[in-house]
């Protein structure tokens, strides 16, 4: 069974400041993991995905996670929030097929 | 890249009316579908995987009656909300894979707001 954790439903940073979201998944296998995010009254953008190569990804908007198995860990990352970030951020586990999602964390970015 | 076209991406109708929706891939061709629901702030929940050619597959606790699904070709899959009520006002939102690209996640349609009077 896959589950996935999302530990923060809200995180506020100033503009400019680094970007921190949590997320831990459960896996009995080695997962494939996903961020994506939400603009609101949008769909869905991936953002990054990670399938067992390397383990730090880079993603679109200069975002990137570390996968860290011995943690199960797949933190998402910025190093310089922008407004436009603003949005929520979904931390999903599964294959193409099943995606397991999180609850969610909102961004809020204060200028 | 691969798009995924949502429509309509909001309705707003009278209380037993029934709502189509349709999800459309517009670069790919997409045997399998997904239709998700997310209510106000959050998760998306998998309603149901939509195949084409084929009967849809329904979650646990999903009405399938209520919940119609068509996937009648390669690029067009349907949501029918039946007879709708307050209580089915929520945001619906489609994906899609290419079936070509297997490493590939799915994609996603901007979502289609339904609020039932």
Known sequence: AQSVTQLDSHVSV????????????????????????????????????????????KGINGFEAEFKKSETSFHLTKPSAHMSDAAEYFCV??????LIWGAGTKLIIKP | GAV????????????GTSVKIECRSLDFQATT???????????????????????????????????????ASLTLSTLTVTSAHPEDSSFYICSARDE?????????????????L
């Open chain 1, 14 to 57: 100033s503009e400019g400041t680094p970007v921190l979201l949590r997320c831990n998944y459960s896996s009995s296998y080695s997962p494939s993991l996903f961020w994506y995010v939400q603009h609101p009254n949008k769909g869905l953008q991936l953002l990054l995905k990670y399938t067992s190569a390397a383990t730090l990804v």
């Open chain 2, 4 to 15: 995924v076209s949502q429509h309509p991406s909001w309705v707003i109708c009278k209380s």
């Open chain 2, 100 to 116: 070509e690209l297997r490493n590939q996640p799915q994609h996603f349609g901007d979502g289609t707001r339904l609020s039932i």
């Open chain 2, 33 to 71: 579908m997904f239709w998700y629901r997310q209510f106000p702030k959050q998760s998306l929940m998998l309603m149901a995987t939509s195949n084409e050619g084929s009967k849809a597959t329904y979650e646990q606790g999903v009405e399938k009656d209520k919940f119609l699904i068509n996937h």
């Open chain 1, 93 to 98: 586990v599964g294959s193409n097929y099943q």
